[in-house]
């Protein structure tokens, strides 16, 4: 008998130990360091000889990489914007592995309406309305890429060209935005169209949002036959707003996609009172959000909805004998990147399922009185400035009367303590210090404890 198989006999005990290990770990999240910043390394050693089998390696994990992991699922884990991860998505992720399907299409397994319920679901959660059709990916990066692509394709259709079948053949295309976020540049680059292509439309006054007004001279002066528009609902350091009616009327003049990169601002559309800062998203052409920031699943979720289908699956769309297996079902391999898919619709599903509108927009909003508790903090702090109004769940701030060195030093010894991590920022022309929060199991003690290590430094 192989070990392979040995280790099948004894799966119920192997997936006991580990079961008990995941557990301690999830138990002790709140006590251990949110981030490991000295950049431990695994001890030089070659893969091994002969065949040692699961609970060997168990071990070795246990001695070499679990004393290195970090609490990114913890509460104090303010670091990009970083959901935690709530019962039911992580039990859902562990029958995911345990299970094993194949979601590249329909056909064989219910795994494709999973995945088009709970995409159907979300559209509940955001307000959406139903023309707005998608896809599951592995996060806002690919979501991101998808609206471009899609933009693009829209983009050559204006000049009677397939770009995703004969390529560019000399296309004209331009793109406008604001603030872009690092990942819509990538997609810039993966696209073809160039990071460094994005013309820059002027921001409002102390803030990242969109000037319409600048948007609309941009939009007038330029002759491109295909005009890509990339908006922000939620821009990663000001947690700005884009004015999506104004913005989605000039597209709609100037025949542009509009593209909106929502990761996570889309989900203070479950709030009543701040509904409207994402007013008009429903007009967009494309939507990017990321189920791994404020849904709270497991690494990796993303979300990615069009009103233009068509275009999605010109781009998409994978043709081979192989494949045609005469299935009804929705082809979600035709929807995105990848054809071998992993089932992540089973932890949304699960968490929506378990949670619901109720459960969901009791963490959002929780998330943002925490946010604000800090942020107040700070306000009344003599030590610190806050840099602009926290709307929603993310902080900006640093010392007072500091150099862009002094602030890099205090981020430094915020996350060396353990007890919190944050992320660099930038805001009017200087380094900050941001913090943004988005985990289900922060309390108003983790802020607490993050205020006194502040006051401390």
């Known amino acids: 008998m192989s070990q392979m198989q040995t280790d099948q006999q004894n799966f119920a005990q192997l997936s ?12 002790q999240l709140p006590q251990r360091r949110a981030a490991l910043v000295d950049d431990p390394q695994l001890p030089a050693h070659s893969i091994e000889p002969t065949t040692t089998g699961t609970q060997a390696a168990f071990a070795a ?34 029958i995911v592995a345990g299970t094993d399907q194949n979601v ?71 793109v406008f935005s604001a603030t872009p976020h690092a990942s819509s540049q990538k997609a810039m680059a993966i696209a073809g169209l160039g990071r460094n292509q994005i013309q820059a ?10 000037d319409v007004a600048s948007l609309a001279k941009l939009l007038a002066a330029n002759t491109s036959p295909g005009k890509i528009v990339i908006a922000s609902t939620g821009t990663v350091t000001g947690t700005d707003f884009d004015d999506l009616v104004a913005i989605a009327a ?39 959000c990321d189920g791994h920031k404020w849904l709270n699943v497991p690494y990796d979720c993303g979300i990615f909805y069009t009103r233009h289908l068509e275009y999605l699956q010109q781009v998409c769309s994978v043709a081979a004998p192989y494949l045609d297996i005469g299935s009804a079902a929705p082809s979600f391999m035709d929807r995105g990147i990848e054809n071998s898919r992993r089932f992540r619709a089973l932890p949304v599903w699960m968490t929506l399922q378990a949670y619901g509108i109720e459960g969901y927009r009791e963490m959002i909003a929780a998330n943002c009185q925490h946010a604000l508790q800090l942020a107040q903090w700070i306000e009344a702090s003599d030590h610190y400035e806050l840099l602009t109004p926290c709307n929603l769940n993310v902080v900006v701030f640093r010392p007072k009367n500091s150099s862009d060195a002094e602030v890099k030093l205090c ?13 660099p920022g930038f805001w009017g022309g200087n380094s900050a210090i941001r913090a943004a929060i988005s985990n289900w199991k922060t309390t108003a003690a983790d802020i607490e404890q993050t205020c006194r290590l502040l006051e401390g430094l």
Not at 16 to 27: C, D, E, G
Not at 259 to 285: M, T, W
Request: proline share 3%.
């Open 201 to 210: 439309v002027g921001c409002l006054a102390d803030s990242e949002a969109m």
């Open 16 to 27: 006991a130990q580990v079961s008990q290990w995941i557990t301690q770990f999830q138990q």
């Open 411 to 423: 981020l430094t010894q915020i996350n060396a303590s353990g007890e919190t991590f944050m992320t």
């Open 250 to 288: 000039l597209c709609k003049q100037h025949n542009a996609w509009l593209h909106v990169d929502a990761a996570f601002g889309i989900f203070s559309r479950l709030l009543p009172e701040k509904r409207d800062l994402s007013a008009g998203i429903e007009l967009a052409d494309s939507i990017t």
């Open 104 to 174: 590249a299409q329909g056909g064989d397994s219910i795994s494709s309406e999973v995945e088009s319920q709970a995409l159907a679901w979300l559209r509940e959660l955001f307000h959406l309305p139903n023309s707005f059709e998608g896809t599951l990916t592995t996060g806002a990066t690919a979501s991101n890429i998808l609206g471009l692509l899609c933009a693009r394709q829209f983009g050559g259709a204006q000049q009677g060209i397939d770009i995703a079948r004969d390529g560019f053949s000399n296309a004209d295309i331009s």
């Open 61 to 94: 994990f246990k001695q070499r990489i679990a004393p290195h992991l970090s609490a990114t699922a913890g509460p104090r884990y303010f670091g990009f914007v970083t959901g935690g991860c709530t019962p039911a998505a992580l039990l859902a992720d562990w």
